[in-house]
C-alpha cells in the first residue's frame, strides 16, 4: 500500500493542473433594461502564454456601444461590453470561435423579465440560438455534464473517493461511505449556493489537498483498527462536507441561471 499511497500524492500534485483545463469559459448575456444588454465573459487560462480567445459573437440585432474591454485576473481573462439591441433577440445566435479539444463554454442569457437560460458551447458546437424561453430539461442536461466533468477531471474529489474506497472493507461499508460523502458535499453545495455557509476558496482548495494525504497515510499504515478504518462512513462525511466547499466553488464560477436554480444545482450534483 506504500507505493499505492506515494501514487496518490504525486497524482494530486498534478491533479489541479489537469481540474484547470476543463473549467469552462462562462459567457454571461443580460439585459438591464429594455433593449440594452451587458455581455460579460471569462477564460481561465492553463498557462500564462495561453491563447486568448476572440470576443463573444452577439446576435444581429444586436451592437457594441464602444469597444469591448479585456482585463488579466488571476490565470483568467475577464470581458466586459456594453450592448444595444433592437427588439427581441430570441432566434438571435451567440458564437465563441477558437474552442479547442475537450474545452467548452456555458452561456447564460437572461432577458429582462423573462427565466434566464443556459446554453453549452463546445468545438464541434461553438453556436447557441436564443430561445423565447428556456427549457429546464435542457438547464438539467447541461449542468449535468458540467457536474460530471467536474468529478471525472478534478483530480482532487477523484483521488479522495479512490482512496476512501481503498480503506473501507466490504461491500455495504462501501456503500454507507459513499452514500455519506455524496451526502456530506450535497449538504454543503446546497447551503454556499443559498448563501447561508461560505469559505474563502484557497483555504479549502489546501484542505482538501491534505485530506487526500491523510488517507495516504493511513493507507500506509498496518494497523487496521484505526478510527477511519473503523468508521470510514463518519471520516466519509467529515470530509464531504469540506469536499462540498470546493463544488460550490467551481459552481460559483460558472453561475447558475435565475429561475431554474434548483434544477441546475441537482443535476450538477448528481
Request: hydrophobic share 50%.
Amino acid at each position: 500500500m506504500r507505493w499505492l499511497a506515494a501514487l496518490l500524492v504525486m497524482l494530486l500534485t498534478a491533479g489541479p493542473a489537469a481540474a484547470d483545463e476543463i473549467r469552462p469559459f462562462s459567457i454571461d448575456f443580460t439585459e438591464r433594461a429594455p433593449g440594452e444588454w451587458t455581455l460579460d465573459w471569462k477564460q481561465p487560462l492553463t498557462s500564462p502564454d495561453a491563447s486568448v480567445l476572440a470576443v463573444p459573437q452577439i446576435p444581429g440585432n444586436c451592437r457594441f456601444r464602444g469597444d469591448p474591454v479585456t482585463r488579466s485576473a488571476a490565470m483568467a481573462v475577464i470581458g466586459h461590453a456594453e450592448v444595444t439591441c433592437d427588439g427581441d433577440v430570441s432566434g438571435g445566435t451567440i458564437t465563441l470561435a477558437g474552442l479547442a479539444g475537450n474545452a467548452d463554454a456555458l452561456l447564460m442569457v437572461a432577458p429582462l423579465g423573462r427565466p434566464a437560460q443556459t446554453h453549452r458551447l463546445t468545438a464541434s458546437q461553438p453556436q447557441a440560438v436564443i430561445v423565447a424561453r428556456a427549457s429546464t430539461w435542457q438547464v438539467f442536461a447541461d449542468y449535468f455534464k458540467i457536474g460530471t466533468e467536474h468529478i471525472l477531471m478534478g483530480w482532487d474529489h477523484l483521488l479522495f473517493v479512490i482512496a476512501l474506497l481503498l480503506l473501507v472493507q466490504g461491500g455495504w461499508a462501501v456503500v454507507k461511505a459513499a452514500t455519506a460523502f455524496t451526502l456530506a458535499h450535497s449538504i454543503t453545495l446546497v447551503a454556499v449556493t443559498l448563501g447561508y455557509a461560505g469559505l474563502p476558496q484557497r483555504p479549502v482548495e489546501a484542505l482538501i489537498a491534505l485530506s487526500i494525504v491523510f488517507l495516504a497515510v493511513e493507507l500506509t499504515r498496518t494497523d487496521h483498527e484505526t478510527w477511519t478504518r473503523r468508521w470510514p462512513w463518519l471520516v466519509a462525511f467529515g470530509f464531504g462536507l469540506l469536499h462540498g466547499f470546493g463544488f460550490a466553488g467551481a459552481l460559483r464560477e460558472i453561475g447558475l441561471p435565475e429561475g431554474e436554480v434548483p434544477a441546475a444545482l441537482l443535476a450538477f450534483n448528481l
